[in-house]
């Protein structure tokens, strides 16, 4: 079963507006990871966030973490056309990794 | 230059004919692990190695096998394909398990 469950599913928004997409998981985690995959393409790592982290940035990217809420989320900044994507967040928890569905984001010129 | 190479990249193959969907990394990674992607499902985990001769089952195993004989590889076989076999299939690598995973580029499989 899928551990990490990403909300919304779908989102689309204009160039320039900010996206902010959750991720909710079940168990413990060791550390959570974002990732973006252009259309059937493989997957681009973006954040890695840690269990003991509660923020992380890069570039236009945010991560926050709230592990007593088991859920983290992803704020992309001033979008562009290039963002429209799937985004993913993936749980890493002992030996393995668990991905969650996606959300599929759209940006507008 | 770093990366994680799948071949093929596409296959159309018919029910119970065995194959293999190779993937090489060039990064000297420990962790090396196999997805599938479904619509509406996101990634599955199959199988993964933590290094060399040491391998574990993922979240739906049933009807893969896989082998972590050299470092760099870690062929996906499946012995006798069907139908509900048919999906994108991806590879990843990295350092360790507390690391980020690079992806290959994908297998697109489908089975007849």
Same mark, same amino acid.
Request: glycine share 6%; aromatic share 8%; with cysteine.
């Given at each position: 079963?899928?551990?990490?469950?990403?909300?919304?599913?779908?989102?689309?928004?204009?160039?320039?507006?900010?996206?902010?997409?959750?991720?909710?998981?079940?168990?413990?985690?060791?550390?959570?990871?974002? =990732?973006?995959?252009?259309?059937? &393409? +493989?997957?681009?790592?973006?954040?890695?966030?840690?269990?003991?982290?509660?923020? $992380?940035h890069s570039g236009r990217l945010r991560?926050?973490?709230?592990?007593?809420?088991?859920?983290?989320?992803?704020l992309i900044t001033a979008s562009r056309?290039?963002d429209?994507?799937? =985004?993913?967040?993936?749980?890493? &928890? +002992?030996?393995?990794?668990?991905?969650?569905?996606?959300?599929?984001?759209?940006? $507008?010129? | 230059?770093?990366?994680?190479?799948?071949?093929?990249?596409?296959?159309?193959?018919?029910?119970?004919?065995?194959?293999?969907?190779?993937?090489?990394?060039?990064?000297?990674?420990?962790?090396?692990?196999?997805?599938?992607?479904?619509?509406?499902?996101?990634?599955?985990?199959?199988?993964?190695?933590?290094?060399?001769?040491?391998?574990?089952?993922?979240?739906?195993?049933?009807?893969?096998?896989?082998?972590?004989?050299?470092?760099?590889?870690?062929?996906?076989?499946?012995?006798?394909?069907?139908?509900?076999?048919?999906?994108?299939?991806?590879?990843?690598?990295?350092?360790?398990?507390?690391?980020?995973?690079?992806?290959?580029?994908?297998?697109?499989?489908?089975?007849?």
């Amino acid at each position: 079963s899928q551990q990490g469950e990403e909300d919304p599913q779908a989102l689309s928004i204009q160039e320039g507006e900010n996206a902010t997409m959750n991720c909710s998981y079940k168990t413990s985690i060791n550390n959570l990871q974002w =990732y973006r995959q252009n259309s059937g &393409r +493989g997957l681009v790592h973006l954040i890695l966030i840690r269990s003991n982290e509660r923020e $992380k940035h890069s570039g236009r990217l945010r991560v926050t973490l709230d592990t007593s809420k088991k859920s983290s989320s992803l704020l992309i900044t001033a979008s562009r056309a290039a963002d429209t994507a799937s =985004y993913f967040c993936a749980r890493h &928890r +002992g030996n393995d990794m668990r991905f969650g569905a996606g959300t599929r984001l759209t940006v $507008k010129p | 230059e770093a990366q994680v190479t799948q071949n093929p990249r596409y296959l159309i193959t018919v029910t119970g004919k065995k194959l293999t969907v190779t993937c090489s990394q060039n990064m000297n990674h420990e962790y090396m692990s196999w997805y599938r992607q479904d619509p509406g499902l996101g990634l599955r985990q199959i199988y993964y190695s933590m290094n060399v001769e040491v391998t574990d089952k993922g979240d739906v195993p049933e009807g893969y096998k896989v082998s972590r004989k050299e470092k760099r590889n870690f062929p996906l076989i499946l012995e006798s394909p069907s139908p509900n076999q048919t999906s994108l299939y991806f590879c990843a690598s990295s350092l360790s398990i507390r690391y980020e995973q690079y992806f290959g580029p994908g297998t697109r499989l489908t089975v007849t």
